[in-house]
């Protein structure tokens, strides 16, 4: 490896070793090894979680970061999480694990790392058993989709562990490919105004399900969406008993193309003809999807409480106050279009709804985005 190939970048408090061509090119290239810079934000709001999750942990205090790459996320785990007291990064990319090893020793870490080159699922495998093999926390972040790899994701962790897991397959999980979607996550997206919640909660449920065939079960601590990833959290329990009610948290997300209705359906009150009540069109089915709530708003204060910088605490304060049991959102300007008025604002939105009784908050999926449990014709009626 010619070492003019390499830089050095600081990231929060660490120093990586990234290709010099990914800090200048528009996409950043998959050699001599990949490193993409504009995934910063997602790298710092993990180390706020893995903080906010470590804290908790008693015995066993390793981080497992299954595509390390260049060993961004793992070695700002080693020197940004201090509770954390081993980090195991594996790529099978020889190169970027070169500059991860060379990197943890410029920060003086590499007593507390251990890095591998290895197929990811013979990685995780390898950890599957007993609990000195396990992680404590087992990150998963590949290229595309991570359905492939959830199996061996959750067979790695610890009863009451964390898994993390980032899905960038974008266009499908947002409806482009919506038979892609299917046999992937096992649920229909919908191509619609609210898809990125959509997109997290059918993740969400690939991990539900897939838990419960393995006589585990999930609570999900956090999520975020991007236009580049869906990104989630969750704590994973060694429980058959909780594994037999997985099928309790997931449910389907009934959307009306025609004029706007959206509700939460349960397998067992699916409406059938599948019509919409306001105005009788067919109703497009979202799910299976992961129907009960996305953030743990303890969890997320202790997010909060480490001083993020301003981006990840705007995202932080907008999931503090969202109504997350609710699985879709509705946009202003969408309901100032459908009463031909000039744009409403959200905080007028919310006002006026909160004046007439229903629940209302902003959403992290969207600045231009609110919840509440009013319907569609409510909401237009209130508004107008
Ligand atoms: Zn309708």
Redesign the pocket.
């Known amino acids: 490896m010619p070492d003019q190939d390499f830089v050095e970048a600081i990231e929060g408090e660490t120093r990586l070793l990234v290709p010099r061509s990914s800090l200048s090119d528009k996409v950043p290239p998959k050699t001599p090894a990949f490193f993409n810079p504009s995934a910063r934000l997602n790298r710092s709001v993990s180390i706020l979680a893995y903080r906010a999750f470590a804290r908790q942990l008693s015995k066993e205090r390793t981080f497992a970061d299954s595509f390390t790459g260049v060993g961004a996320r793992a070695l700002r785990v080693a020197v940004e999480v201090p509770e954390i007291e081993h980090v195991y990064g594996n790529d099978l990319n020889p190169v970027a694990i070169d500059a991860a090893k060379k990197a943890a020793d410029l920060n003086s870490i590499a007593d507390r790392c251990t890095f591998s080159i290895a197929e990811v699922c013979k990685f995780l495998t390898d950890h599957a058993t007993g609990d000195g093999g396990r992680f404590a926390i087992v990150d998963l972040d590949p290229f595309g989709t991570p359905a492939k790899y959830i199996d061996c994701l959750l067979r790695a962790v610890l009863d009451e562990g964390l898994v993390s897991v980032t899905a960038t397959d974008n266009a499908v999980l947002c409806g482009i490919y919506p038979e892609v979607c299917s046999r992937r996550y096992y649920g229909k997206p919908l191509n619609n105004s609210y898809c990125n919640e959509i997109a997290v909660r059918l993740l969400l449920s690939l991990l539900a399900l897939t838990a419960s065939r393995l006589e585990l079960s999930i609570r999900p601590l956090f999520a975020h969406a991007n236009i580049h990833y869906f990104r989630v959290y969750a704590q994973v329990f060694v429980s058959s008993g909780s594994a037999n009610k997985a099928l309790d948290n997931v449910g389907y997300v009934m959307h009306?193309f025609?004029?706007?209705?959206r509700f939460l359906a349960r397998e067992s009150d699916l409406p059938c003809p599948v019509m919409?009540e306001?105005?009788?069109?067919k109703l497009s089915i979202g799910g299976q999807l992961w129907a009960k709530s996305l953030y743990d708003k303890e969890f997320v204060a202790r997010m909060v409480s480490f001083d993020p910088d301003r981006e990840c605490k705007k995202l932080l304060d907008l999931c503090a106050e969202e109504l997350d049991s609710i699985p879709y959102y509705f946009k202003a300007d969408e309901i100032s279009s459908m009463l031909k008025t000039n744009p409403v604002s959200i905080a007028k939105m919310l006002e006026v709804l909160k004046g007439a009784g229903f629940a209302a908050s902003r959403t992290a999926f969207n600045t231009g985005g609110f919840k509440t449990n009013a319907r569609i014709d409510q909401i237009l009626n209130v508004i107008k």
């Open positions: 009306c025609h004029c706007g209705n919409c306001l105005c009788g069109t």
